[in-house]
């Protein structure tokens, strides 16, 4: 097999073997099963810097390297019924985020940039609601060390829950996944961010804290959960939305 070859099956094969990416991506596992992902990407990555410092005709075969994972995201999709297509673009753009484009970008060769960018190039006008980004390593497993979701963070510690704990994980692929791809996700997830540690702040002082946050859990979180669950994840996002919207109102600027 020449360059050419290995590269274009080597990036069609970027999204294989990752069944459930959400089973992985927790704190103890993400960083040796980085790892693990990312010597398995050296031959295509081998093959593609070769390529790049010998071919006049980079852009073109950085459009052919692109092209071919994009199609195997297609396969993916196509393979799967219709209503569960969302929750395979959910596992598929988690993949991406946090396995495809930081091994491209741990790389370091002369064509790992022009790489990543034009992969993202590529899968905007494939996949137009999606809003991926490109992150180091480095940069997602700092993730594990902040409070992702602080609501629900707050409300899983009072239930004595991890902070690995399904729930959590399942929230947060929902955010790095569906909701990070929608118009305007990001910035709604930025403004979540600027509210929330005030709102759990407050909660936290009062007396009743931990019947409060029974409350939140039974009347927003469970609910949200079982939407993911079963595919409503437009349905979970206005939940969601209104759980914030209503926990600002009620507790945001309590004394």
Same mark, same amino acid.
């Given at each position: 097999?020449?360059?050419?070859?290995?590269?274009?099956?080597?990036?069609?094969?970027? %999204?294989?073997? +990752?069944?459930?990416?959400?089973?992985? !991506?927790?704190? *103890?596992?993400?960083?040796?099963? !980085?790892?693990?992902?990312?010597?398995?990407?050296?031959?295509?990555?081998?093959?593609?810097?070769? %390529?790049?410092?010998?071919?006049?005709?980079?852009?073109?075969? %950085?459009?052919?390297?692109?092209?071919?994972?994009?199609?195997?995201?297609?396969?993916?999709?196509? *393979?799967?019924?219709?209503?569960?297509?969302?929750?395979?673009?959910?596992?598929?753009?988690?993949?991406?985020?946090?396995?495809?484009?930081?091994?491209?970008?741990?790389?370091?060769?002369?064509?790992?940039?022009?790489?990543?960018?034009?992969?993202?190039?590529?899968?905007?006008?494939?996949?137009?609601?999606?809003?991926?980004?490109?992150?180091?390593?480095?940069?997602?497993?700092?993730?594990?060390?902040?409070?992702?979701?602080?609501?629900?963070?707050?409300?899983?510690?009072?239930?004595?829950?991890?902070?690995?704990?399904?729930?959590?994980?399942?929230?947060? &692929?929902?955010?790095?996944?569906?909701? &990070?791809?929608?118009?305007?996700? *990001?910035?709604?997830?930025?403004?979540?961010?600027?509210? *929330?540690?005030?709102?759990?702040?407050?909660?936290?002082?009062?007396?009743?804290?931990?019947?409060?946050?029974? &409350?939140? !859990?039974?009347?927003?979180?469970?609910?949200?959960?079982?939407?993911?669950?079963?595919?409503? !994840?437009?349905?979970?996002?206005?939940?969601?939305?209104? +759980?914030?919207?209503?926990?600002?109102?009620?507790?945001?600027?309590?004394?």
């Amino acid at each position: 097999m020449n360059e050419y070859q290995t590269g274009i099956e080597g990036m069609r094969g970027l %999204l294989d073997g +990752m069944e459930n990416p959400l089973a992985s !991506f927790t704190k *103890a596992l993400y960083g040796d099963r !980085f790892q693990a992902y990312y010597q398995e990407c050296i031959p295509a990555l081998d093959a593609i810097e070769a %390529l790049y410092g010998r071919v006049s005709e980079k852009d073109q075969m %950085l459009a052919d390297m692109s092209g071919a994972l994009v199609e195997s995201a297609n396969t993916r999709l196509a *393979a799967c019924r219709k209503r569960q297509r969302e929750a395979e673009m959910i596992d598929i753009s988690l993949i991406m985020a946090v396995y495809v484009l930081p091994s491209i970008l741990r790389y370091e060769g002369e064509s790992s940039r022009p790489l990543c960018d034009r992969v993202l190039a590529d899968w905007k006008e494939a996949f137009p609601k999606s809003n991926l980004t490109a992150a180091t390593f480095e940069e997602v497993e700092k993730g594990f060390h902040r409070k992702f979701c602080y609501i629900t963070t707050a409300v899983c510690t009072s239930r004595d829950l991890p902070d690995d704990c399904y729930e959590l994980q399942l929230l947060r &692929s929902y955010r790095d996944g569906y909701l &990070s791809s929608r118009e305007d996700g *990001a910035a709604e997830i930025r403004a979540y961010y600027d509210v *929330a540690p005030t709102i759990v702040k407050h909660i936290d002082r009062r007396a009743d804290s931990a019947a409060v946050y029974r &409350s939140i !859990f039974t009347d927003y979180i469970r609910p949200c959960l079982t939407m993911i669950e079963e595919g409503r !994840f437009e349905d979970c996002r206005v939940l969601y939305r209104r +759980m914030v919207e209503e926990l600002k109102e009620r507790y945001f600027y309590s004394a």
